[in-house]
């Protein structure tokens, strides 16, 4: 028996076939399908924290206030309003990506992607065009987050249907490599420009628009790659079951699979962002650091990050999906508070370095395998929608919101308050956990509608 996955145009079909034992080819052919299907993935995330960690320089050019911390504030403020379009994102292209395909779906988003970049490439400042320049920037953001509402649901439910029915949770922790990996090689691309191209002046100038230009082009290039790429088998054996079925209807059928992906989100999604968009801005702001140092420590616990994630993904494929996730809950309620407040007053970049590795050590087990469970909870028919609508809303909420809460919190005077509430969201995550199925033996993969 083999397994292919089916071209819908002129793409080349893949043959993957499933082998019970290790297959060195097998893997080989799924990693490279996943891999493609990633890169847009890789791009989007990319273009996102490129307007995470390039608010350091491009902040005062939109929003005039002195304080630093209130320039941040505001930019943060707008990174996490625009979260709240991506649950229309997944709306639109899940329903497009369940009922025309994945690839499909994953190909308009990415280039959805291209126009956000270019905007902000191209927006005047404040001082130039007054008020418009935030209204243009805050339309640049609309149109990343309905782009990446798409990505998400349509990424996680063409990586799902692609891999091994084996070794899901490894291929899924591949796919999350290109999501950590988009905001490495964001840091990496501001590494290099403060030090080897421009002064920290020429960055707050015009340098901080150099990164989207580059997220432009590299859209350009996911989408022209997108387009040749192989639909999956599932949803082609599903078209015909798909055709007689309302979506909306059965996602509301599904309507407790769609309550646990918000459980499954919350306490997540708030760990993730808190050691990725945040903890830039936080080891400058709090700890101390210079911006090389934050530069540095940042792209090297994303390094750490990376390598964890497939690791991770395989150990779940032997003892099940539960049992990791059950780990992270425990460990992040017990930990995050003496993890933050131990790097808050350390003035080391090894000890944060550290420090935040070890976070990661926490968090990958949510982060390697977020994507499989979701899309192992619903049929084929509405697995797009599925898993990306309540986790936009859930990331919206709780995941978006970080960088301008843990902001909140410090120019309240009161930055350990944030501690506490990032528990608070993982103890809530950690009851579902114990109290939900393991996906790895629970699965709706091969289930149509």
Known sequence: MSEE?????????????????????????????????????????????????????????????????????????????????????SALFGYFADRHGRRNALTAAVLLMCFGSLLIAATPTYAAIGVAAPIMLAIARLLQSLSQGGEYGSGATYLSEVAH????????????????????????????????????????????????????????????????????????????AIKLENPWRLLLRNWKA????????VGGTSAFYTYTTYMQKFLKLSVGLNDSETTLVTAGTLIFALILQPLYGAISDKVGRRPMLIAFGVLGTLGTVPLLTTLQHTKSPLVAFLLICVAWAIVSGYTSIAAIVKAELFPTAIRAMGVGIPYALTVAIFGGSIDSVALAFKNAGFE??????????????????????????????????
């Open 5 to 89: 996955i089916r071209p819908r145009a002129a793409a080349a079909a893949v043959i993957l076939p499933a082998s019970d034992g290790f297959d060195a080819g097998d893997v080989f052919n799924r990693s490279k399908a996943v891999l493609t299907g990633s890169l847009g993935n890789l791009i989007e995330w990319y273009d996102i924290y490129a307007y995470s960690a390039f608010s350091l320089y491009f902040a005062g050019a939109f929003f005039p206030q002195t304080d630093p911390v209130a320039q941040q504030l505001a930019a943060a403020s707008l990174f996490a309003a625009a979260f709240f379009v991506r649950p229309l994102g």
């Open 165 to 240: 029915p084996d070794r899901r949770g490894f291929y899924s922790g591949i796919w999350y490599v290109t999501l950590i990996g988009g905001q490495l090689l964001a840091i990496l691309v501001l590494l290099i420009l403060q030090k080897v191209f421009l002064t920290p002046e020429e960055l707050k100038a015009w340098g901080w628009r150099i990164p989207f230009i580059i997220g432009a082009l590299l859209s350009i290039f996911a989408f022209i790659i997108r387009r040749d790429m192989p639909e999956t088998e599932l949803f082609e054996a599903a078209k015909p």
């Open 258 to 265: 769609v309550a646990l992906v918000v459980g499954i989100t």
């Open 416 to 449: 350990t308050g944030f501690f506490w509430y990032a528990t608070g969201l993982i103890f809530i995550s950690l009851i579902c956990y114990i109290f939900m199925k393991d996906m790895k033996t629970h699965s709706k993969m091969e289930q149509s509608v």
